[in-house]
């Protein structure tokens, strides 16, 4: 058989070489995005705002050059490093800008309601408490008073405000006010300095006393306030539709939520995923056309029913835009859920 | 979702080329190449999803023997079975996600016995029995789905029969079979079934054929994604796959064949045609 060496050759050769490679059409627009769900602040705080740079493949880049503008500064003040000053109550809007590796300008904006961190009252009568030495005598003096002029029954924890003083002398004339002594019932939740500077702690209720010595007589206010709760309002979920990008069996609602010790992700009772699939792996990802750069959460071992992972908690709630269900071995999407617009 | 051991056991049905029963001592052996590059496949709804580029690769060697007087043994031996992925690149900025994957190994060997059953007048029959032997790798690769055979122990029963007619003074044959394929490890069993028709030109130098393979899984085996890890690429398979030959005879004993073959329906199993040669012996 003369010709069967040289057609072994030819067989190995035909089969045996290939070095071909797939083009994973990857490209997306890039995007910047303020990754920091607030949608309320109030007053008497400073916030910390973030944004992230994802490049025309999705992938985050890390240390990116960002422009903070507020667009009424009389309203907020912003940093150059994100760090925002509520001044006073309304809306206002925070950009972010950044230049692109392709040299466009990206622009990210969110719209901000600024509230106030304290509920005003009328000012508390003055309190007189005469030393036990000396009684004052009757004549035509009166007593001197001193005055919160911007009282309050209620702050915001993690919040300050400023309190102010008036005192009226004996002849009933408003004077400078001597020096005053501030004490709160309970520092624990709200504290405040001889300026009459008040820091809230935390939530609970507190009695405010501030009292000056006139001669031998002690002048005094009170204000009972309440200390409430942070009412910064931002997002804390995401809800939406898994759906199939594929003809396998995939469907099913989601919920990303914080939980105690990072994020959760949930499945509702209407999930169902084909069980034909091997190798099906879960992904959070910033591209919907590739598991690079994506996270993996890890193969799916439930294909019916409701059931949840449990994220590490370094990972934000936008930090990831889309969940992705992917056929790990063979490369290839099997459906996606977009986690937020 | 792909299920490469479905296409090791229609490449061994597409190197049958023996007839009839062989004589004592006679026999037919072939060596061959078989190959596979698939970028799409039949979903389990038997819809057409892609899929990254995967290949297989076969060398093989074929053979029936003729061991007794109604007797023939037969082995269909892959020896060499390289299964590869291309390699993952970004379109956009030229980065390679994950470089070529491959893994070669021995597949599963198929070893069997037909008898010949007798005649029935110019109607053929014959039974055989033939055992799947788990010798490739189920789970092999970087992440498992390299695999060069399925990891279970099969038992494929088939009744055959073969006739020849003419038409127009040509002489043409005809051979087929029912079986049973009995699959272990919750593997579904499958119902196959064979046709194949072919004739001589050239004073018998040329033989050209056809083939219809069609094997229906039962689905009542237990394997799924939920019990599996990642076995499942070879259970409850379906393909119905039209295929063709020609076999040169160069030398008194021995020619080349090349053939192809394309699943025209299916599901779990890759949609592209194959691509097949080598060199037979008969003796």
């Known amino acids: 058989m003369p010709y069967l060496k040289p057609f072994l050759l030819f067989f190995v050769c035909l089969f045996i070489s290939c070095t071909d490679v797939d083009l994973i059409d990857d490209y997306l627009p890039p995007v910047l995005r303020i990754t920091t769900p607030f949608s309320e602040i109030t007053l008497g705080d400073s916030y910390s705002f973030e944004a992230s740079y994802f490049n025309n493949i999705g992938e985050f880049v890390p240390n990116s050059q960002l422009e903070w503008e507020s667009s009424d500064s009389e309203i907020l003040t912003i940093d150059s490093h994100g760090n925002a000053t509520p001044l006073k109550i309304g809306t206002v809007q925070i950009i972010v800008k950044t230049t692109s590796s392709e040299g466009s300008v990206l622009q990210d904006e969110i719209n901000i309601t600024i509230q106030s961190n304290v509920v005003l009252v009328p000012p508390e009568e003055p309190i007189e408490e005469p030393s036990e030495e000396e009684q004052i005598p009757e004549s035509n003096t009166q007593t001197p008073t001193i005055t919160i002029t911007n009282g309050i029954s209620q702050i915001t924890a993690e919040t300050n405000y400023q309190l102010e003083l008036a005192f009226q002398d004996a002849m009933g004339n408003l004077a400078d006010v001597p020096n005053s002594n501030w004490t709160s019932s309970n520092e624990a939740l709200l504290q405040v300095d001889e300026t009459g500077t008040l820091q809230a702690i935390a939530a609970g209720t507190v009695t405010l006393t501030v009292s000056v010595q006139v001669s031998n007589t002690i002048i005094s206010a009170q204000s009972v306030i309440n200390v409430i709760a942070p009412v910064v309002a931002m997002v804390t979920s995401y809800s939406g539709e898994v759906v199939s990008k594929s003809s396998y069996t995939l469907e099913g609602g989601f919920t990303l939520a914080s939980g105690n010790d990072g994020l959760i992700l949930s499945l509702d009772e209407s999930y169902k995923a084909s069980t034909a699939l091997p190798g099906l792996y879960v992904y959070l990802s910033n591209n919907a056309n590739t598991t690079a750069g994506a996270y993996e959460i890890g193969a799916v071992t439930v294909f019916n029913g409701a059931h949840s992972y449990n994220l590490p908690n370094s990972i934000e709630l936008m930090d990831y835009k889309y969940i992705l269900y992917w056929c790990k071995p063979f490369n290839v999407k099997v459906g996606e859920a977009k986690i937020y617009d | ?283």
């Open chain 2, 1 to 283: 979702m792909k299920n490469l051991l479905t296409l090791l056991l229609v490449c061994s049905s597409f190197l049958v080329h023996g007839q009839w029963i062989k004589e004592k001592g006679t026999g037919y052996l072939k060596l061959g190449g078989w190959s596979l590059l698939a970028n799409k496949h039949f979903t389990d709804q038997g819809l057409t999803d892609p899929n990254s580029t995967r290949g297989l690769f076969i060398n093989s060697l074929y053979g029936e023997i003729g061991i007794g007087k109604k007797i023939n043994l037969i082995a269909y031996l892959p020896f060499f079975v390289k299964n590869y992925q291309f390699a993952q690149v970004s379109k956009t900025t030229g980065k390679v996600y994950e470089p070529r994957q491959e893994y070669n190994g021995l597949g599963d060997f198929n070893l069997g016995l037909e008898y010949g059953l007798g005649h029935l007048k110019n109607w053929n029959f014959s039974g055989s029995l033939t055992l799947g032997i788990p010798s490739g790798e189920s789970v092999a690769g970087v992440d498992g789905s390299y695999q060069t055979g399925d990891g279970e122990f099969n038992q494929l029963l088939q009744v055959n029969l073969g006739k020849s007619y003419n038409i127009s003074n040509q002489g043409f044959y005809f051979k087929s079979y029912l079986g049973f394929n009995n699959r272990s490890q919750g593997f579904s069993d499958e119902f196959h079934s064979f046709g194949e028709t072919g004739t001589q030109l050239f004073n018998s130098k040329l033989l050209i054929l056809t083939r219809l393979h069609w094997i229906k899984p039962l689905y009542n085996g237990t394997l799924d994604a939920s019990n599996s890890n990642g076995a499942i690429f070879a259970n409850n398979i379906e393909s119905f796959t039209l295929g063709g030959e020609l076999a040169w005879t160069i030398g008194e004993k021995w020619g080349i064949a090349l053939g192809t073959a394309t699943p025209l329906f299916g599901k779990v199993i890759y949609k592209a045609t194959s691509f097949s040669g080598g060199v037979f012996l008969s003796f």
